[in-house]
Structure formats: structure tokens, C-alpha cells
């Protein structure tokens, strides 16, 4: 069974600009989550989606967003883009929403905004 | 913010030796899990704790909970070169999938 994949890998971008990370659990998988990992701040919880609906949020400003499709693939976008954004982005995967659902995450895509 | 503190930040240990880790936490919980991270990549599941167990096994795997103390701890028996990585515990409070990652122990073993 194939692994949560996310694309791109890495990816350079401005401050200013918008970028858009993507997400395929595993199949089967219903619930997406993702985090934002730094030196400073550590993992960090963004969002979780199940269902296409947005089930929990962390904190972070206005600028982060996600969405989730029918296939459970999601996809998250950063607006106005900071030097701070930069970060290993990860998203996992578990079938349900149940904490003692084992999450799977993906390799991640590093961002780097210059 | 981070939920966990983990002890120590570094470690580094020889092949065959032992590595014990430690994650302190602030608020009560439903469960507690390891992850392990291998140079900037994603995080791998190791064990999930629940907050009504008091000790946990898997492979060379050796976790413990002490919700009184709001701890826990990781042991890595006879460890391996490829042990090698960062080690995150997590905990959930709240129905859902969102874990509060502790700040990570980084391990080195030297063969």
C-alpha cells in the first residue's frame, strides 16, 4: 500500500507570494492533518480535515488555509508569504478521527521563502 | 505552543548501550505517543500509550506513563546504529486527531 505522499518536495519562494502544499493519504484514509515543523518552534498543529470538513484548527493566522477533497486528498495554501513560513510542512493520514488511530505522515515539503 | 518537554535534548550513546528519553507534559490527557524523525523527514509512529496504562512493549520498544507525574518514558534496548534520529512524544487532550508535540530528544549512536 502506497505511503501519504506530498508534492512538491521543496520549493522556493518571495515574500509576498501565496503557495499551495498537497497531500494524498493513504487509501482508504479519511482524515488529514497537518503540521508545521521549525527549529524555533517545533511541530506545530495547522489543521485536520475529515470528510472534507475542517475538524480542528491551531493557531495560526488567516494566511494559512486548507481544504480537503471528496478523494480525502487536501491541500494547503499559505497567503502573503513571511520569511517565518519558512518550515518542513507535513500532513498525515489515519482512517478516522480517533486519537488511537495510528497517523501516518508523508516525507513533507520544505519551504524556504526568501 | 508545545504541550511535552522532553529530557534530554541530546543523547549520544554506543551500539549495544541503552537510550533513555523523557517527555513531561502540562495538562491531562487521553494518550501519549512516540514518533521517531530521521533527518528532516517525516515522522514515523514507534507507540501509542493510553492514559490508563502504566507500561508498554514493542520490539526493543520500552515506554512507561506516570499521568500522576504527567510523564513518560521512552527505552531503546541494544540500540543500532540506525536508531539514530530525533524522538517526539505527543499527546492528545481533546477528541480528534491533533497532537502537541514535545520539542524532541536528538539520539546518536556511534557503532
Known amino acids: 500500500k502506497a505511503g501519504v505522499t506530498q508534492t512538491p518536495r521543496y520549493l522556493i519562494k518571495t515574500r509576498g507570494q501565496q503557495v499551495t502544499l498537497s497531500c494524498s493519504p493513504i487509501?482508504?484514509?479519511?482524515?488529514v492533518s497537518w503540521y508545521q515543523q521549525t527549529p524555533g518552534q517545533g511541530l506545530q498543529f495547522l489543521f485536520e480535515?475529515?470528510?472534507?470538513?475542517?475538524?480542528n484548527k491551531g493557531n495560526f493566522p488567516g494566511r494559512f488555509s486548507g481544504r480537503q477533497f471528496s478523494n480525502s486528498r487536501s491541500e494547503m495554501n499559505v497567503s502573503t508569504l513571511e520569511l517565518g513560513d519558512s518550515a518542513l510542512y507535513l500532513c498525515?493520514?489515519?482512517?478516522?478521527?480517533?486519537?488511537?488511530?495510528?497517523?501516518?505522515f508523508g516525507p513533507g515539503t520544505r519551504l524556504t521563502v526568501l | 505552543s508545545q504541550q511535552g518537554e522532553e529530557d534530554p535534548q541530546a543523547l549520544s550513546i554506543q551500539e549495544g548501550e541503552n537510550a533513555t528519553m523523557n517527555c513531561s507534559y502540562k495538562?491531562?490527557?487521553?494518550?501519549l505517543q512516540w514518533y521517531r524523525q530521521n533527518s528532516g523527514r517525516g515522522l514515523v509512529h514507534l507507540i501509542l500509550?493510553?492514559?490508563?496504562?502504566r507500561e508498554k512493549h514493542s520490539g526493543r520498544l520500552r515506554v512507561t506513563l506516570d499521568t500522576s507525574k504527567k510523564s513518560s518514558s521512552l527505552l531503546i534496548t541494544a540500540s543500532r546504529a540506525a536508531d539514530t534520529a530525533s524522538y517526539f512524544c505527543?499527546?492528545?487532550?481533546?477528541?480528534?486527531?491533533?497532537?502537541?508535540f514535545g520539542g524532541g530528544t536528538r539520539v546518536l549512536v556511534k557503532p
Open positions: 498525515a493520514s489515519s482512517f478516522t478521527t480517533s486519537a488511537t488511530d495510528t497517523q501516518y
Open positions: 487509501s482508504g484514509h479519511r482524515s
Open positions: 480535515y475529515f470528510s472534507e470538513t475542517q475538524r
Open positions: 495538562t491531562s490527557i487521553n494518550n
Open positions: 500509550i493510553r492514559s490508563n496504562e
Open positions: 505527543a499527546t492528545d487532550k481533546a477528541a480528534g486527531n491533533k497532537l502537541t
